[in-house]
């Protein structure tokens, strides 16, 4: 935590299990190199970057590690969902905070609130035994229709989100790329 703590743009250590925050990974100068959510769990933190991110968000984290006592892990996941619009929250009645570990259609699945869009939103992530496909037909079920994968890059576009790599790189600070709500 008080590594994370130091690493991050956001308040890391005053976490509640249950709880978590968007945060931007910056160099030294302030630069950006990850946009990511972190999740305080109850016995440790979730850290989630965008697909395709994970190994460049990985070494810049473990860039300035001098103590041995912080470990990173990737966390293989077969895939994640992204539940958007009006009626999200309905269908995920049981999602108490930010991040939330619950049981949907007798599916294991962790979900984050996705504050940086533009309507409500919740990407789900399969738990142990569970995967995407029968996730998405659990949500068919409870009224959910799936939308084509575009439609996250046009609401992430229209929300003002920009994506690493693509909008925002190590050559601007944050306040330049808009990124004020990740500080």
Same mark, same amino acid.
């Given at each position: 935590v008080e590594y994370l703590h130091g690493r991050l743009s956001c308040d890391v250590a005053g976490?509640?299990?249950?709880?978590?925050?968007?945060?931007?990974?910056?160099?030294?100068?302030?630069?950006?190199?990850?946009?990511?959510?972190?999740?305080?769990?109850?016995? +440790?933190?979730l850290l989630v970057v965008d697909r395709g991110r994970a190994d460049p968000a990985m070494a810049a984290l473990e860039e300035f590690i001098v103590a041995g006592d912080v470990e990173f892990e990737p966390c293989e996941q077969a895939g994640s969902l992204l539940l958007m619009g009006q009626n999200a929250p309905a269908l995920l009645?049981?999602?108490?905070? +930010?991040?939330?570990?619950?049981?949907?259609?007798?599916?294991?699945?962790?979900?984050?609130?996705?504050? +940086?869009?533009?309507?409500?939103?919740?990407?789900?992530?399969p738990g142990p035994g569970s995967d995407p496909a029968q996730l998405s037909a659990a949500l068919e079920e409870l009224g959910a229709s799936m939308g084509e994968p575009a439609l996250l890059d046009r609401?992430?576009?229209?929300?003002?989100?920009?994506?690493?790599?693509? &909008?925002? &790189?190590?050559?601007?600070?944050?306040?330049?790329?808009?990124?004020e709500w990740a500080i």
């Open positions: 976490l509640a299990p249950g709880q978590g925050a968007h945060a931007l990974l910056l160099t030294r100068q302030g630069r950006v190199q990850e946009l990511l959510a972190v999740y305080r769990r109850a016995e +440790d933190l009645a049981g999602a108490a905070s +930010d991040f939330s570990e619950l049981n949907l259609s007798g599916l294991a699945l962790s979900l984050r609130r996705r504050a +940086d869009l533009c309507v409500p939103s919740f990407e789900l992530l609401m992430r576009i229209e929300s003002g989100t920009p994506a690493v790599g693509v &909008d925002v &790189d190590e050559k601007r600070m944050a306040i330049e790329a808009r990124l």
